[in-house]
Nanobody, 118 residues
Framework: QVQLVESGGGLVQPGGSLRLSCAAS????????MGWYRQAPGKQRELVAA???????NYVDSVKGRFTISRDNAKNTVYLQMNSLKPEDTAEYYC????????????WGQGTQVTVSS
């Protein structure tokens, strides 16, 4: 059974930092591309940051220079370090695992809430 379990969300003041973690089980983590998505109320889910199995990364423009995605294959965990947080970063954050070969496999975590407010 595949599980992606996010943690690290919470309430933080503008300018603060949080680190999200996503622990994966039931998959060969090292061969999956991993991503963090977010969805704010009334908005579509958007890709925030992604890291390939080869450690290539990409970010949505609004978080470049503030967020850093990383992975630890020994711990089957992907991280999202979020600095200089803004109220517009408030959203539910979801971990995603994707493998595209002859067939595609995709899994989602349950989400963790990030609220940026004074």
């Amino acid at each position: 059974q595949v599980q992606l379990v996010e943690s690290g969300g919470g309430l933080v003041q503008p300018g603060g930092s949080l680190r999200l973690s996503c622990a994966a089980s039931g998959i060969i983590f090292s061969i999956y591309d991993m991503g963090w998505y977010r969805q704010a109320p009334g908005k579509q889910r958007e890709l925030v940051a992604a890291i390939t199995r080869g450690d290539s990364t990409n970010y949505v423009d609004s978080v470049k220079g503030r967020f850093t995605i990383s992975r630890d294959n020994a711990k089957n965990t992907v991280y999202l370090q979020m600095n200089s947080l803004k109220p517009e970063d408030t959203a539910e954050y979801y971990c995603n695992a994707r493998l595209t070969m002859a067939n595609s496999f995709e899994y989602w975590g349950q989400g963790t809430q990030v609220t940026v407010s004074s």
